[in-house]
């Protein structure tokens, strides 16, 4: 490949990561009473490092690593959990009240997903 496509690709990564992360810390520090706000700013935060990792990757011209691919599903995984926390603030009960079942209940089972995911797959 070219050296002006890796550098366009590795700059781009590389900005990409820099907004995420101001966005997930600006998120994490000033968004109070919010609900979403852990699981928005860890989805910001796991995609400032997934643009980071596919930066450093483009940077050494290394078109796949399983390394990018763990931190692509940690990617996805954290947006479908804020996605989740969404929905259960969206639907709401007969009395106007937001449904907390979603957001009680499962914070916690996915947790336990992630770290039983994390010990097959680091091991």
Same mark, same amino acid.
């Given at each position: ?32 009473? =919010?609900?979403?706000?852990?699981? @928005? ?12 990792? +596919? ?5 050494? #011209?290394?078109? !796949? ?6 931190? #692509?599903?940690?990617? %996805? ?5 804020? +996605?989740?926390?969404? +929905?259960?603030? !969206?639907?709401? %009960? ?5 449904? =907390? @079942? ?6 916690? =089972? ?14």
């Amino acid at each position: 490949m070219p050296s002006n496509v890796i550098n366009i690709a590795a700059s781009c990564y590389a900005l990409a990561a820099i907004g995420f992360l101001a966005l997930g810390l600006s998120v994490l520090s000033g968004w109070h009473g =919010r609900v979403q706000r852990g699981t @928005l700013s860890a989805a910001c935060l796991a995609t400032a490092a997934w643009a980071a990792a +596919l930066g450093v990757d483009a940077a050494r #011209e290394i078109l !796949w690593n399983t390394g990018t691919a763990a931190l #692509e599903v940690l990617r %996805d995984g954290t947006w479908s959990l804020f +996605l989740v926390a969404l +929905l259960g603030d !969206w639907r709401s %009960d007969a009395d106007g009240q937001p449904a =907390r @079942l979603i957001l009680g209940r499962f914070p916690r =089972r996915a947790r336990d997903c992630w770290r039983r995911a994390a010990s097959i797959c680091c091991c």
